[in-house]
């Protein structure tokens, strides 16, 4: 069974950085892009961050572009994702994801499997 | 792309067919996947690629669409479906967008 658990979240004040892991198990952590999703109180989903199978590539939504990086260790099976000039508005529920994959091994652009979230609290 | 989901909310009894929208801004092929979410809960994936059902979703749930129209048709409703559904789309730029959520409740 595919596990993927967050940690790292905390209460930081605006300006302040953050660091999130996300620690998989029951999968080759290397056959799968990952991304990072948050989620504000009460609202909707957003997605935040991608990173490549390899960590070659990765990508980023325009509202964290130059303030977040995604980073993966394959090696012991971990992402992480460095949040730097925090600002109020970030303020949520930070879940990490895994692409998904057809029963024919192709990429199908959605998130099949989803951690329990790390909540991030930008307040002063 | 901006994806607008309708209605925003859906009341509907048990034992009913409801069916949800998500309209693209623009044309999105069939780069589109449906999520289930209860509260205090993270997503979960009910339908990739348009009309595809992911293992081990009930088979009450469907589908369909292309282009900038899609569907999630949910068939006799049962107590556990009641929750907030979203769409999701990927474009080959590496971008990613949910739309808003519907939120089902009982009638």
């Known amino acids: 069974e595919v596990q993927l658990v967050e940690s790292g979240g905390g209460v930081v004040q605006p300006g302040g950085s953050l660091r999130l892991s996300c620690e998989a198990s029951?999968?080759?952590?290397?056959?799968?892009?990952m991304h990072w999703v948050r989620q504000a109180p009460g609202k909707g989903l957003e997605w935040v961050s991608l990173?490549?199978?390899?960590?070659?590539?990765?990508y980023y939504a325009d509202s964290v572009k130059g303030r977040f990086t995604i980073s993966r260790d394959n090696s012991k099976n971990s992402l992480h994702l460095q949040m730097n000039s925090l600002r109020p508005e970030d303020s949520a529920l930070y879940y990490c994801?895994?692409?998904?994959?057809?029963?024919?091994?192709?990429?199908?652009?959605?998130?099949?499997?989803w951690g329990q979230g790390a909540l991030v609290i930008v307040s002063s | 792309i901006q994806l607008t989901q309708s209605p925003a909310t859906l009341s509907a009894s048990v034992g009913d067919r409801v069916t949800i929208t998500c309209r693209a801004s623009?044309?999105?092929?069939?780069?589109l996947a449906w999520y289930q979410q209860k509260p205090g809960k993270a997503p979960k994936l009910l339908i990739y690629?348009?009309?595809n059902l992911e293992s081990g979703v009930p088979s009450t749930f469907g589908g369909s669409g292309s282009g900038t129209e899609f569907t999630l048709t949910i068939n006799s409703l049962q107590p556990d479906d009641f929750a907030t559904y979203y769409c999701?789309?990927?474009?080959?730029?590496?971008?990613?967008?949910f739309g808003q959520g519907t939120t089902l409740e009982i009638k």
């Open positions: 994801a895994k692409d998904h994959h057809d029963d024919n091994g192709h990429f199908s652009g959605a998130f099949d499997c």
């Open positions: 029951g999968l080759t952590f290397d056959d799968y892009a």
């Open positions: 990173i490549s199978w390899n960590g070659a590539t990765t």
């Open positions: 623009q044309n999105i092929t069939n780069w």
């Open positions: 690629k348009a009309s």
């Open positions: 999701q789309y990927y474009n080959t730029y590496s971008a990613y967008s």
